[in-house]
């Protein structure tokens, strides 16, 4: 037989009605049939009447040879004949009919010949060929789509006269109303506001934190962008771009930051500001000593040179801290202006020293140097500034801000009540506070250095509870003074009973002013 459907060559024989006659003997050991077409029609009759044509999958596994050796195909494709022994095929299933009236959107409905058919606008009636699409009634609407509609019931026979009525059926009765839930009462046991299913109870937002004020935000990005140049052997010279601190002793809450200004953030310049906060001593007779310098402008070793300002200024406090706690407690201004003026120029005098060491100018290596001492007693609500150049001091009491700078070597500050000196042992009532048991040594170098040419500043005044007072650098205290939007921004800020945690000082902070650019050095005390 050919394979691709053509007609052997040679003469025509019976092969197949030999294959498949009932009298031919099986070659097998018994002497019942034991064909796979056997098995197969053994099989059929044990499970039944064979499944729906339409239920078993097409079986086109290429041309099947028919009775007389040739393959039966179609136009949609090859088709196995039928055995002898399976049946015919039943008659194709009516196709399901849908209801007459509008479609959904986007809905299609399809033919017979699987052409697409247009909805029906809404409000049409139906056709006279509308009978074949007739809307389904309850006996069909159960039934497979395909299959027909099963038979229908048969009716229930009637009803004597004085039977009673039947009893509604379950989805007929309607279901007992649900009780009413009780009101939600409030705290002051009042029937609270009913609330609708669309309100949703959400915290509160605190606002977004201020980034500049004024009318337009400064020219410079707002975040670093350059890293200042590093010496791989001397690592330990490098400044990091921020600086924050905090702590909390007696009746006051201290808060520290120092920022890189936005010119040295774009230029890669390393930060000329330096910021030291120390504690000397423990309990009621420590010291809290804040500290700050800023270097030369453009100058190689501005950074080093605040840092070391900062370093011996504390040092020399911290040697001394018992008996400045002494003074403090006991308000001697003209002892604490005398010693701490003293150290002051020892400290800033090194840094000419150094100067001279290194074969520079004293104003190239030269800082300002602003310090505030916090006594750790609660008790004791003296606070005493003291420095040299230039920078900010302002007060935040009742709301408004007020600069208290003080004027150049006076001993300014209101009176603390039952506090005072004792009797004057000197002609301007010191004692031997200045000297504060350190001896002057001979200097080493000849001539020997100046004093600073910038004058002493030195304030001590009593805090009163809710007052804020700010000590800054000059990169802030100068915007502080030029704009007062941002005195504003500071005072809804810093008004609050409690005082801002370290995060949100730093952002106060950081906000912006066009045309100041310098770095940035604050230290506020919120009095409790």
């Known amino acids: 037989m050919s394979q691709q459907g053509g007609r052997p060559a040679g003469p025509e024989d019976d092969w197949w009605a030999q294959l498949y006659d009932d009298a031919t003997g099986d070659t097998g050991p018994t002497a019942a049939p034991d064909s796979l077409d056997d098995r197969f029609v053994s099989a059929t009759g044990t499970l039944g009447a064979p499944a729906a044509p339409e239920a078993l999958p097409p079986q086109r596994t290429g041309p099947a040879p028919g009775p007389e050796g040739a393959t039966a195909s179609g136009a949609a494709g090859t088709v196995r004949p039928r055995a002898p022994w399976e049946p015919p095929p039943a008659a194709p299933p009516e196709p399901a009919s849908f209801p007459p009236g509008p479609m959904p959107p986007g809905f299609t409905q399809r033919g017979p010949e699987g052409r697409t058919a247009p909805p029906e606008p809404a409000g049409t009636a139906p056709g006279p060929d509308s009978g074949a699409q007739s809307r389904p009634t309850a006996s069909t609407e159960g039934a497979a789509p395909g299959l027909g509609a099963p038979p229908p019931a048969p009716p229930s026979p009637p009803l004597p006269p004085d039977a009673p009525p039947a009893p509604p059926s379950p989805s007929a009765v309607p279901a007992p109303p649900l009780p009413d839930a009780p009101p939600a009462l409030d705290s002051t046991g009042e029937p609270s506001a009913p609330r609708t299913p669309t309100r949703v109870d959400l915290p509160a937002q605190p606002p977004a934190p201020l980034r500049f004020v004024g009318t337009r935000p400064p020219t410079y990005d707002a975040e670093p962008t350059a890293l200042p140049a590093a010496d791989p052997d001397d690592l330990g010279d490098l400044v990091a771009d921020t600086v924050l601190d905090g702590a909390r002793y007696g009746v006051c809450t201290l808060?520290?930051?120092?920022?890189?200004?936005?010119?040295?953030?774009?230029?890669?310049?390393?930060?000329?500001?330096?910021?030291?906060?120390?504690?000397?001593?423990?309990?009621?007779?420590?010291?809290?000593?804040?500290?700050?310098?800023?270097?030369?402008?453009?100058t190689p070793g501005a950074h080093r040179a605040a840092a070391e300002a900062c370093r011996w200024i504390g040092r020399a406090v911290g040697r001394s801290h018992a008996r400045l706690v002494e003074d403090i407690r006991a308000a001697r201004r003209g002892d604490l202006k005398s010693g701490l003026h003293r150290l002051t120029d020892r400290s800033l005098g090194r840094l000419r020293a150094g100067a001279a060491e290194q074969g520079l100018k004293p104003e190239e290596y030269s800082a300002t140097l602003r310090c505030l001492l916090l006594p750790a007693d609660?008790?004791?609500?003296?606070?005493?500034?003291?420095?040299?150049?230039?920078?900010?001091?302002?007060?935040?009491?009742?709301?408004?801000?007020?600069?208290?700078?003080?004027?150049?070597?006076?001993?300014?500050?209101?009176?603390?009540?039952?506090?005072?000196?004792?009797?004057?042992?000197?002609?301007?009532?010191?004692?031997?506070?200045?000297?504060?048991?350190?001896?002057?040594?001979?200097?080493?170098?000849?001539?020997?250095?100046?004093?600073?040419?910038?004058?002493?500043?030195?304030?001590?005044?009593?805090a009163?509870?809710?007052?804020?007072?700010?000590?800054?650098?000059?990169?802030?205290?100068?915007?502080?003074?030029?704009?007062?939007?941002?005195?504003?921004?500071?005072?809804?800020?810093?008004?609050?009973?409690?005082?801002p945690g370290l995060a949100a000082f730093l952002a106060d902070t950081q906000v912006r002013v066009k045309g100041y650019a310098d770095d940035r050095t604050a230290a506020a005390v919120w009095e409790a």
């Open 255 to 298: 808060r520290a930051a120092s920022v890189r200004g936005d010119s040295a953030r774009y230029r890669g310049e390393p930060r000329r500001d330096a910021l030291l906060t120390a504690r000397f001593g423990a309990g009621e007779q420590a010291l809290v000593l804040v500290a700050m310098a800023t270097g030369a402008r453009a």
């Open 378 to 462: 609660p008790a004791c609500r003296v606070r005493v500034f003291f420095g040299v150049g230039a920078g900010g001091l302002f007060r935040l009491r009742d709301g408004a801000w007020r600069d208290i700078e003080p004027p150049v070597g006076e001993v300014a500050g209101e009176p603390v009540v039952g506090f005072g000196s004792p009797p004057a042992e000197t002609p301007e009532g010191d004692r031997l506070t200045m000297d504060l048991g350190i001896p002057t040594p001979p200097s080493p170098y000849e001539p020997a250095p100046q004093p600073p040419r910038e004058p002493f500043r030195f304030r001590a005044s009593v």
């Open 464 to 499: 009163r509870p809710g007052d804020v007072l700010l000590m800054c650098t000059e990169g802030l205290a100068e915007p502080l003074r030029g704009e007062p939007e941002l005195c504003r921004h500071l005072t809804g800020r810093w008004s609050e009973p409690a005082p």
